[in-house]
């Protein structure tokens, strides 16, 4: 399987991460993972490597977002804020939108999940 430290076009990729994390609805999360799951892999990666990488390029996209994405409500799969500059921002922004933390600081991802569930799912590619 080859090695992607980034997708083959970066900005095209960042840009269909930006676009689909912009309709996650205000209260909603979503994973890294699961947003990876919701996109085409890119042309001449194969799913097996795209299910490998996937969800780091998704990272690599929210940190390099536009002011006009919310990429607050990005977690990782645990539900948990993942450790990076500005993280200390990510909870205040969450609670105002009503998104409750554990006593583990974890999102119930089944309450406050995003699926996507108005676009067709990729589920099948990482399960």
């Known amino acids: 399987m080859p090695s992607f430290s980034s997708p083959p076009n970066v900005q095209a990729y960042y840009e269909q991460v930006w676009e689909l994390v912009r309709q996650i609805p205000s209260g909603k999360v979503c994973a890294y993972g ?27 996209a929210m940190a390099n977002c536009p002011a006009d994405v919310p990429w607050h ?12 500059a500005g993280a200390e921002r990510q909870r205040p922004l969450l ?7 554990d006593a583990k600081d974890r999102i119930d991802l089944k309450k406050f999940g995003w699926l996507g569930t108005d ?6 590619l990482f399960d």
């Not at 609670?95 to 933390?101: A, R």
């Not at 676009?119 to 099948?124: D, G, L, T, V």
Request: hydrophobic content about 40%.
């Open 119 to 124: 676009r067709p799912m990729q589920k099948m």
């Open 73 to 84: 409500r990005v977690v990782n799969a645990q539900g948990k804020i993942s450790a990076r």
């Open 34 to 60: 699961q947003i990876a799951k919701m996109l085409p892999p890119p042309n001449g990666v194969e799913l097996e490597a795209y299910a490998a990488f996937a969800p780091r390029w998704v990272g690599g």
């Open 95 to 101: 609670e105002q939108e009503g998104v409750e933390f």
